[in-house]
């Protein structure tokens, strides 16, 4: 494959620049620069790209270079679950915008709501992530032998990109937000959890938070450095950008249909069979694929109405 063909190919599956390749892929610059001296890029890249692209016809059939296509599956894999990523990003934020619009009004990029309260998301960020260190034994004086509730760590999370995602839309625009976080979405979870790690990790949201808000940080750069720490943090604790995403739209749909059935005024069933609406929520997450917030809403609708 020559060179041009290689830069085109890496613009389909969503990287911007060439560096965003080099940090995402394992080769280094140097590579980079070699490939372009001499125009040509290594097999095993080539090959990559065209399993990228459904072209089975160009898999080999010697052992040894089938050994090459194993090793490059993982990150085939990881590269095609990444080309469905702008449009998973682009549902988060237009998703996000319309809850904002819809409880704080319009123009709330103002930094004031419709009952001219004002709206601080890095203070939002803050507490968040304080709520997800009380869910580790961080405390020397008490509970000191207790584990992690990972599941409410990831919800933490959940709800720090909540207003992490508020304020990058306080700061640009839908497409713009989705070019900037699009890259920083591509990474594998850990399975290795070092909880002291974790907590470190996202108590630096914290202080990005706390710097912009007391102008120590400029505001735009801050938002890179916001989106690379919480994607870190994310990585860290063992939350996939898939699972994020999945729990992104189930909370925020689940928050809508119990607005939709009587939570306000107090007649909404809580428990679903013995079960909490939010359990209910997760367990139909793990069935879907590739979860919409349409489909997810028809199947609480579906369950709400088999509820005792």
Known sequence: MIYKDFKEGIKSLGFITIEDFIKYSGVSSDDILSWETKNEVPYTISLLLHILKGEKDVLPTNWALQNIVEECLPLATLLEEASSFPHKLEEM????KQLNDSTNGKNWELGVNKFGKDINWLRCIHMEVSELIESTPWKHWKN??????????????????HF???YILQETNVPKAVSLVNTHCIYEASSDIDIKFMVKEAEKLSY??????????????GVERFIDQFFRCCKI??????????LY???????????????????YKKIWNGKEDNVVMVSLLEKIENVSFDELYNNLKIEYSLAK
């Open 144 to 161: 000191i032998n207790s584990n992690p509730d990972m599941n409410n760590i990831h919800v933490e999370l959940v709800d720090i990109w």
């Open 93 to 96: 934020f237009l998703l996000q």
């Open 164 to 166: 992490l995602m508020s």
């Open 249 to 267: 739209i189930g909370k925020n749909c689940l928050n809508q249909f119990r607005q939709d059935n009587g939570y306000k005024e107090g007649t």
């Open 237 to 246: 604790s063992g939350l996939s950008f898939n699972w994020l995403q999945k």
């Open 208 to 221: 990005i938070a706390l710097a912009i808000d007391t102008g120590n940080m400029p505001s735009f750069s």
